[in-house]
Nanobody
Framework: QVQPVESGGGLVQAGGSLRLSCVAPGSSFRTIGMGWFRQAPGKEREFVASISWSGGSTYYGDSVKGRFTISRDNVKNTVDLQISSLTPDDTAVYYC???????????????????WGQGTQVTVSS
């Protein structure tokens, strides 16, 4: 079982970019899909992006499509999220999670993911 640890958050101006990183030690990392979610104050946690175990398939939430890019490195056991063209609406805590082995990577439900990290804060100023 992997235990993700996120990093890379911070304060950025609107229109700016950040690169979030998630490291997940464990030999099973390279066999499972991974995802990123976010949760803004007072709102439910929402799906941002997911990537298959090979990196060959990626999926994005409608609000970030075209602005965010998910990628992975199965040698370093990392999953990165490049976030660009940021707006204040992107302000949230961003979480990395591992997909349940029985779940499909195109699923976007919280219940399909396990082993959540502690999150990294992204704040976008206007």
């Amino acid at each position: 079982q992997v235990q993700p640890v996120e990093s890379g958050g911070g304060l950025v101006q609107a229109g700016g970019s950040l690169r979030l990183s998630c490291v997940a030690p464990g030999s099973s990392f390279r066999t499972i899909g991974m995802g990123w979610f976010r949760q803004a104050p007072g709102k439910e946690r929402e799906f941002v992006a997911s990537i298959s175990w090979s990196g060959g398939s990626t999926y994005y939430g409608d609000s970030v499509k075209g602005r965010f890019t998910i990628s992975r490195d199965n040698v370093k056991n990392t999953v990165d999220l490049q976030i660009s063209s940021l707006t204040p609406d992107d302000t949230a805590v961003y979480y990395c999670a591992a997909l349940h082995p029985w779940a499909r990577v195109e699923n976007r439900n919280l219940a399909d993911f396990q082993s959540w990290g502690q999150g990294t804060q992204v704040t976008v100023s206007s």
